[in-house]
């Protein structure tokens, strides 16, 4: 099966922040991309509110609840009890947990999960108590040991970093060794029962590659990108393109 899409609207967010007005529409684009073939939307509700805004959160829950009941809502973050609240809040199908500091201008590495193990223990444990599935992001080089630590928290899924195969667009060897990291981290992964995602730099034309590393891989979210790619085709053949190179 191709892996789902899931529309990382951060990047639709912060254009929308530029001025004090109420377009680009969050809302309106995240129904485009549904509309077209994603599978979910993706938020990541920062604590300064740079892109997402906390006031966007109810109104894509509506969205998919009232127009596209199977579609997934995924909400991102350092889980704050503020951010946990934002969470339990807002019901999404899946949280993600990222190990950023509020100051970060994006994620960049994955959780240490044998040193933060007991932690996001208890964090899993409390979304999971409120149905959503939670995803660890993960480094794309993690060793067994790690993924067998995030295993041990209760968590469904790691979300591999792919900022470091983004950034080979122009260098086909590196390209090749950074796929080749992925593709054993997501096999050990696959062997302890952990589904696999994946984002950060994705595009168009290195997302074949790495869906063929990533036979198991089950969902990518692409914002950055894809959002660069809309003002050039639009976002209804955007998000086309994309669904067609997830496979």
Same mark, same amino acid.
């Given at each position: 099966?191709? /892996?789902?899409? %899931?529309?990382?609207?951060?990047?639709?967010?912060?254009?929308?922040?530029?001025?004090?007005?109420?377009?680009?529409?969050? !809302?309106?684009?995240?129904?485009?991309?549904?509309?077209?073939?994603?599978?979910?939307?993706?938020?990541?509700?920062?604590?300064?509110?740079?892109?997402?805004?906390? %006031?966007?959160?109810?109104?894509?829950?509506?969205?998919?609840?009232?127009?596209?009941?199977?579609?997934?809502? #995924?909400?991102?973050?350092?889980?704050?009890?503020?951010?946990?609240?934002?969470?339990?809040?807002?019901?999404?199908?899946?949280? !993600?947990?990222?190990?950023?500091?509020?100051?970060?201008?994006?994620?960049?590495?994955?959780?240490?999960?044998?040193?933060?193990?007991?932690?996001?223990?208890?964090?899993?444990?409390?979304?999971?108590? #409120?149905?959503?599935?939670?995803?660890?992001?993960?480094?794309?080089? /993690?060793?067994?040991?790690?993924?067998? /630590?995030?295993?041990?928290?209760?968590?469904?899924?790691?979300?591999?970093? !792919?900022?470091?195969?983004?950034?080979?667009?122009?260098?086909?060897?590196? /390209?090749?060794?950074?796929?080749?990291?992925?593709?054993?981290?997501? %096999?050990?992964?696959?062997?302890?029962?952990? +589904?696999?995602?994946?984002?950060?730099?994705?595009?168009?034309?290195?997302?074949?590659?790495?869906?063929?590393?990533?036979?198991?891989?089950?969902?990518?979210?692409? +914002?950055? +990108?894809?959002?660069?790619?809309?003002?050039?085709?639009?976002?209804?053949?955007?998000?086309?393109?994309?669904?067609?190179?997830?496979?």
């Amino acid at each position: 099966m191709p /892996a789902q899409l %899931s529309v990382n609207l951060n990047a639709v967010a912060m254009l929308r922040n530029r001025r004090d007005l109420p377009w680009p529409s969050v !809302t309106a684009l995240g129904r485009i991309a549904l509309q077209n073939g994603a599978h979910g939307l993706t938020v990541h509700p920062r604590p300064d509110q740079r892109h997402i805004r906390f %006031s966007d959160l109810p109104e894509l829950r509506a969205l998919i609840d009232d127009e596209f009941p199977q579609a997934e809502f #995924n909400i991102e973050g350092y889980p704050t009890d503020d951010f946990l609240d934002l969470v339990e809040a807002n019901q999404p199908e899946q949280v !993600t947990l990222v190990p950023d500091d509020p100051s970060q201008a994006t994620s960049d590495h994955g959780w240490d999960f044998e040193g933060k193990g007991n932690v996001l223990r208890s964090v899993v444990q409390r979304l999971k108590k #409120n149905g959503a599935r939670v995803s660890l992001f993960c480094d794309p080089d /993690a060793t067994r040991s790690a993924l067998e /630590a995030a295993k041990a928290t209760g968590a469904d899924r790691v979300e591999f970093y !792919t900022g470091p195969y983004g950034g080979t667009y122009d260098d086909p060897a590196r /390209a090749a060794e950074e796929l080749d990291k992925l593709k054993t981290a997501g %096999s050990i992964a696959a062997e302890l029962g952990l +589904g696999v995602n994946a984002g950060h730099d994705l595009t168009v034309d290195n997302m074949p590659g790495l869906a063929r590393a990533l036979p198991n891989l089950l969902e990518v979210s692409i +914002g950055h +990108g894809l959002t660069a790619d809309a003002l050039e085709y639009g976002m209804a053949e955007t998000v086309r393109r994309f669904v067609r190179a997830c496979g």
